[in-house]
Nanobody
Framework: QVQLVESGGGLVQAGGSLRLSCAAS????????MGWFRQAPGKERAFVAT????????YYADSVKGRFTISRDNAKNTMALQMNSLKPQDTAVYYC?????????????????????WGQGTQVTVSS
């Protein structure tokens, strides 16, 4: 089993920056991909960014491309999301996710079904 714990959320003004972190523990050798998703009030969970654990290949939602940067530190078993130029529409609970049960062929990396382990979430609020 893998456990994930997010940190770094908070309140920031529009145009500001925040850095989210996700710490993985347990059987981290099983991780092949990690990602960030978010859920705003009254909306469905949405993909934000993903990174492959070995090669570091990244992919972003169009809404955050150029503003957010995902990264990982394999040695420390951590993942981060640097969020710049934040907008009020970025307000949401952000969830860290990991794929540990093996690659699901045919399921895109931005699809939540590719991930089987989730953190508890961290609130990000961007004021206008």
């Amino acid at each position: 089993q893998v456990q994930l714990v997010e940190s770094g959320g908070g309140l920031v003004q529009a145009g500001g920056s925040l850095r989210l972190s996700c710490a993985a523990s347990g059987r981290t050798s099983r991780i092949y991909r990690m990602g960030w998703f978010r859920q705003a009030p009254g909306k469905e969970r949405a993909f934000v960014a993903t990174i492959s654990w070995s090669g570091g290949t990244t992919y972003y939602a169009d809404s955050v491309k150029g503003r957010f940067t995902i990264s990982r530190d394999n040695a420390k078993n951590t993942m981060a999301l640097q969020m710049n130029s934040l907008k009020p529409q970025d307000t949401a609970v952000y969830y860290c996710a990991a794929g540990t049960a093996g690659l699901r062929v045919g399921v895109p990396s931005f699809d939540g079904r590719q991930y089987d382990t989730w953190g508890q979430g961290t609130q990000v609020t961007v004021s206008s």
